[in-house]
């Protein structure tokens, strides 16, 4: 039961541009939403998070967007980078701790 | 440089064999987590930890897969016997868990069961 949801396996954009990774969830009860990157060999590291009371957080060239009514997120990365290069999870918990992971988005920035 | 630490990073077994994997929290971390990546699921959340307490291992094969936290600086997944369905990556993370939920990966253990 796939409760976070993320229907792109892969982005590919051009170095300077935006990027949109799109993430939908189904539990209403999720309270709580992350984004994580992940490198190859590597485990995935915290990028940037929101909470259900609000519906944008920035930092930096990352912004997560929140729309609680679609169950649906977003994060913009703007300008790409060639470093941006890899996999992206969106993330959700219901009570801080157990949280549930989409199938990931493999995002390329080509130079 | 806080970081948690996996062992083996890499494991290959013959179906059938026992397999154990480890994991060193961040110290003063207090929550715990298991999970596996594969292609079609993502990741996939086994286990997870409060104190040392199991909270919900719900995500995990309960004839074969056995996690425990003998201590605060080490938790454990165990498989037995293995198959080759288990073939995965294994990651373990933790937390400060509360207002604070951002979890830490480890570099994860590959296991390949053949």
């Known amino acids: 039961d796939q409760q976070v949801k993320q229907n792109s396996p892969s982005l590919s954009v051009q170095e300077g541009r935006i990027s949109i990774l799109n993430c939908d969830y189904t539990?209403?009860?999720?309270?709580?939403f992350l984004w994580y990157k992940k490198y190859p060999a590597e485990g995935p590291t915290f990028l940037i998070s929101i909470s259900s009371i609000k519906d944008k957080n920035e930092d930096g060239r990352f912004t997560v967007f929140l729309n609680k009514s679609a169950k649906h997120l977003s994060l913009h990365i703007v300008p790409s980078q060639p470093g941006d290069s890899a996999v992206y999870f969106c993330a959700a918990s219901p009570n801080n701790n157990d949280m549930r992971f989409g199938a990931g988005t493999r995002l390329t920035v080509k130079p | 440089d806080a970081r948690v630490t996996q062992t083996p990073r890499h494991k290959v077994t013959e179906m059938g064999q026992e397999v154990t994997m480890r994991c060193q929290p961040i110290l003063g971390h207090n929550t715990v987590f298991w999970y596996r990546q594969t292609m079609m699921q993502g990741l996939e959340l086994l286990a997870y930890f409060r104190n040392r307490a199991p909270l919900d291992d719900s995500g995990m094969p309960k004839d074969r897969f056995s996690a425990e936290m003998p201590d605060a600086t080490l938790a454990t997944l165990k498989i037995q016997p293995s198959e080759p369905r288990d073939s995965a990556v294994y990651f373990c993370a933790s937390g400060l868990g509360g207002a604070l939920p951002e979890q830490y990966f480890g570099p994860g253990t590959r296991l390949t069961v053949t």
């Open positions: 539990n209403s009860m999720f309270d709580y």
